[in-house]
């Protein structure tokens, strides 16, 4: 499974884990890509030119393009839709995993994740600063996640683990079911 960077593999690992999954011993690795940019390499290593694994990945919509390019410069098809990318078994995210996770729990609830890791402090402090102060706490969220180094990573799994799992984003339910 190829997906763009260490905070997804943190949430499909996650995610695997609660749904009783021991992707090892299933032969699925997943592997961080290091970004969209990485894709067309990546598919020539693994993909049908190269070791012809079996493939899935999981990207933000705003790489959809760079994804769907290097799906059919790979030779797995063209003129690909989404649903075509899907049908392959790579999800996009909208607008990002950290959005999609989010809006399944609500910012209510992401709030108390992040005052459970004593960083309520924080997060307010960006909400005061002049370009947060009238956005919704939703994207606040994103932005949080976004920042402070390794926020996103610690986070994937701690957001995951908080879901009910009738109620995961369709793109991460999507990949994993794939493989």
């Given at each position: 499974?190829?997906?763009?960077?260490?905070?997804?593999?943190?949430?499909?690992?996650?995610?695997?884990?609660?749904?009783?999954?021991?992707?090892e011993s299933e032969g699925v690795q997943i592997v961080?890509?290091?970004?969209?940019?990485?894709?067309?390499?990546?598919?020539?290593?693994?993909?049908?030119?190269?070791?012809?694994?079996?493939?899935?990945?999981?990207?933000?919509?705003?790489?959809?393009?760079?994804?769907?390019?290097?799906?059919?410069?790979?030779?797995?098809?063209?003129?690909?839709?989404?649903?075509?990318?899907?049908?392959?078994?790579?999800?996009?995210?909208v607008a990002d995993l950290e959005d999609e996770?989010?809006?399944?729990?609500?910012?209510?609830?992401?709030?108390?994740?992040?005052?459970?890791?004593?960083?309520?402090?924080?997060?307010?402090?960006?909400?005061?600063?002049?370009?947060?102060?009238?956005?919704?706490?939703?994207?606040?969220?994103?932005?949080?996640?976004?920042?402070?180094?390794?926020?996103?990573?610690?986070?994937?799994?701690?957001?995951?683990?908080?879901?009910?799992?009738?109620?995961?984003?369709?793109?991460?339910?999507?990949?994993?079911?794939?493989?």
């Open positions: 499974m190829l997906v763009e960077g260490i905070s997804d593999q943190r949430a499909v690992e996650a995610l695997a884990r609660r749904r009783g999954r021991d992707l961080s890509i290091g970004g969209a940019q990485a894709i067309r390499s990546s598919l020539e290593r693994f993909g049908p030119h190269g070791l012809d694994l079996r493939l899935a990945g999981l990207c933000d919509v705003g790489e959809e393009g760079h994804f769907r390019r290097a799906l059919e410069g790979a030779g797995l098809g063209s003129g690909l839709t989404r649903e075509d990318m899907e049908a392959l078994g790579f999800f996009v995210c996770l989010i809006r399944v729990l609500g910012p209510w609830r992401v709030e108390e994740i992040v005052e459970g890791e004593g960083e309520l402090g924080s997060f307010r402090t960006l909400q005061k600063q002049p370009e947060w102060r009238e956005r919704e706490t939703h994207d606040q969220l994103r932005r949080f996640m976004g920042s402070g180094g390794s926020r996103k990573i610690r986070y994937a799994s701690l957001l995951v683990d908080a879901l009910d799992l009738a109620r995961v984003p369709r793109p991460l339910d999507g990949v994993l079911a794939h493989v």
